[in-house]
């Protein structure tokens, strides 16, 4: 099948989590990505002005949370110069940096123009209307990190654990016009202990999405038997109130 992937350049857990499904892609010989749509990093939550979302991070989940990514981000980019672009770049993947909706009209025509039979969801902070859900032979596919139709919505790997969640998992799932609604293609579970954090969580996540990915594009060609995602839970961006009770349960990011 032709490709598309559409990802962010979060540079904290998604460049090696891409390099990992690349090569996963790379192994089975019926499958090309043709390109991958990039857009600006909003890795906890809704993408918002950097300042204001700095701000943000810090008021709601303290100074230790504020200071490990802090740290890891300024490592990462400016360090070691880890990105998204730059595992694409080096796997000859064609990058389109996206600086608008996904949804505009000269969007559309360059999606309609590549020919995808399948665009892939990792990460993804865009809202996908129709028009571009018809574009694809097979599709949207979503990977989602909690065992729909349960925690639906904003960071499941933080709302498990405080939750005091004894097991999680990913989904993939059909995108839909809805949010996280869509008929789940397959889906597997993660046990979660009391030392389980959520940076250890969200790492956990990634990689098993990929393997279900890959399972995945066997199930969409032609469309199978999908489970229902009816009713469930939808969770919003944590509080400062949600990150006390957090603690409160002792349970930790890092």
Not at 221 to 243: A, C, I, L, M, Q
């Amino acid at each position: 099948m032709r490709l598309i992937l559409l990802t962010q350049d979060d540079p904290f857990y998604l460049p090696a989590a891409i390099e990992d499904f690349i090569k996963k892609i790379n192994i089975s010989h019926n499958h090309i990505i043709i390109s991958a749509i990039v857009t600006s990093a909003s890795p906890f939550g809704r993408s918002e002005y950097f300042f204001k979302k700095i701000k943000k991070i810090f008021l709601i989940f303290g100074l230790s949370f504020f200071l490990f990514y802090t740290a890891r981000y300024i490592y990462n980019k400016f360090l070691i110069r880890k990105s998204v672009v730059k595992v694409l770049n080096k796997n000859r993947i064609p990058v389109w940096r996206l600086l608008s909706s996904i949804n505009s009209k000269d969007n559309i025509e360059k999606l309609k123009e590549l020919d995808p039979d399948l665009i892939i969801i990792i990460a993804g902070n865009q809202i996908i209307k129709k028009s571009v859900l018809d574009i694809p032979r097979y599709g949207v596919i979503n990977a989602h990190s909690s065992l729909l139709p349960k925690y639906k919505g904003l960071m499941p790997t933080f709302w498990v654990l405080k939750n005091s969640e004894k097991e999680t998992g990913v989904t993939i799932f059909k995108l839909t016009e809805g949010i996280d609604d869509g008929p789940i293609i397959n889906s597997r579970k993660i046990e979660i202990d009391s030392t389980t954090t959520q940076s250890e969580l969200v790492k956990k996540c990634k990689y098993l999405a990929n393997e279900l990915i890959i399972e995945a594009l066997e199930l969409v060609t032609p469309p199978g038997k999908y489970k229902k995602n009816e009713g469930g839970s939808y969770y919003k961006f944590p509080t400062r109130k949600d990150v006390r009770e957090f603690y409160k349960n002792e349970k930790h990011f890092f």
